[in-house]
């Protein structure tokens, strides 16, 4: 028999004032489901100042959610926020009561951002920090159709109080989960700290943006490595990690995971050892897909981010990507008109490139040449300038081919 297909409905709070940008969070949302393997057929939202206490939507708007699943079918309905606990309960009793078999998932934003994290994790630091922060999350909110035991049981007699108690088994589990988590993670970290240290004397700079920004296809232009670039986001979510020289002198270049708005907090807390890379860095590439309607908000969500992790006042030099696309779209644009723009948010320096082109790509080496020199410089005064070309040699480190 095929597999029964995964179909989701979306749901959003609006602003009837900004319909346009709720449009967009949910095209983002459903970007994020497809990318879980999930595909999206109808969305709903609700004009709302806040999130309704006991459904996230209003009453009415539930009926019509109910509607809108038999319709389909669908078997998931994805919010665009993160449901509380009692939320999340009241939701399942709705769409999955008693005298039913349970099938449809009720998923939030993080849950969804954890579970594509999970799919996407290759090395066992990032798969622990994931599955660390994914039972921190899941640990309150717990029901019947989240418990694994649940699923496994089958049979006749086991639902109401049997359901409740097996529920709290799962919960020990998970805690038991949670400690041996904690416990290897701590290992890890301390294993990568040492690695870090080791690199203290070395010029460090890191790749930042918005998940699918072209960060990748950028490391793999600047460093000669073969990182995941895919149309999706979080393509990858491993920190890749790849010396280079200039002439004689190296620097290392960390390709990290992608920011997006409403990143789960367990996830930024989890991954604050990875997300190190960026932190300790003495300079910041952050690549903004400059083609997306939005993407003044982007630039405004990683330095946010980038401020949560300490990493505000680090050197930034930013690289406005896909300015091919944004020709194409907008034939009158010119690179020079725009610069005061971008100088208005706050930044100093900053190139336009068409990564996926190879458009412009010396002038932001021969720009990332001249911050590293100087930094490098500061690191070692001494250091006497023999008259070295400037030119890449890659080469992979411990940490980056993990």
């Known amino acids: 028999m095929a597999e029964k297909q995964t179909i989701a409905v979306l749901v959003g709070l609006g602003d009837s004032r900004q319909p346009e940008l709720v449009n967009e969070h949910l095209d983002e949302l459903a970007f994020l489901a ?23 939507i209003g009453k009415g708007k539930l009926e019509e959610l109910k509607e809108y699943v038999r319709a389909l079918p669908a078997n998931h309905v994805i919010f665009d926020d993160d449901l509380s606990p009692s939320q999340l309960r009241n939701l399942e009793k709705e769409f999955n009561p008693k005298d039913s078999e349970a099938k449809v998932r009720i998923y939030d934003r993080s849950l969804l951002i954890l579970d594509i994290f999970l799919q996407r ?18 640990l309150p909110r717990l029901t019947r159709l989240w418990t694994h035991l649940e699923r496994q049981r089958g049979g006749t007699g086991t639902r109401g109080g049997a359901g409740e108690r097996e529920i709290e088994t799962d919960r020990r589990i998970i805690r038991d989960q949670i400690s041996l988590l904690k416990e290897k993670l701590k290992k890890i970290e301390s294993q990568h700290a040492t690695q870090r240290k ?10 930042a943006g918005y998940t699918n920004a072209g960060k990748s296809t950028l490391m793999n232009l600047l460093s000669g490595s073969e990182v995941l ?6 393509a990858t979510v491993d920190a890749t990690v790849r010396k280079i020289t200039f002439g004689n002198i190296p620097f290392l270049l960390s390709d990290t995971v992608g920011f997006i708005r409403k990143l789960p907090h367990h996830l930024i807390e989890s991954f604050k050892s990875t997300l190190d890379e960026v ?55 010119e690179e020079a008109t725009s610069i005061g723009y971008y100088r208005e948010m706050g930044f100093e320096k900053m190139i336009f490139i068409a990564a996926s082109k190879k458009q412009n790509i010396q002038a932001l080496k021969q720009l990332l040449f001249e911050e590293v020199k100087q930094k490098h410089m500061s690191l070692y005064p001494n250091y006497i300038n023999s008259g070295y070309e400037f030119s890449f040699i890659s080469s992979p480190t411990e940490e980056g081919d993990k």
């Open 198 to 207: 080791s690199r203290n004397n070395i010029v460090r700079v890191a790749i």
């Open 229 to 234: 670039a895919e149309n999706k986001l979080f």
């Open 121 to 138: 994790a290759q090395t066992s630091q990032a798969r622990t920090q994931v599955e660390l922060a994914r039972n921190q999350y899941l």
């Open 34 to 56: 497809e990318t879980a393997g999930i595909k999206t057929g109808k969305r709903l939202i609700q004009n709302l100042a806040k999130p309704d206490g006991k459904f996230f």
């Open 279 to 333: 932190r300790e860095a003495d300079i910041i590439l952050h690549v903004v897909d400059m083609s997306h309607p939005y993407h003044e908000n982007h630039i405004e969500v990683v330095s946010q981010t980038l401020a949560e992790l300490n990493a505000a006042n680090i050197p930034v030099i930013l690289v406005l990507n896909k300015v091919d696309l944004v020709k194409k779209q907008r034939p009158d644009f």
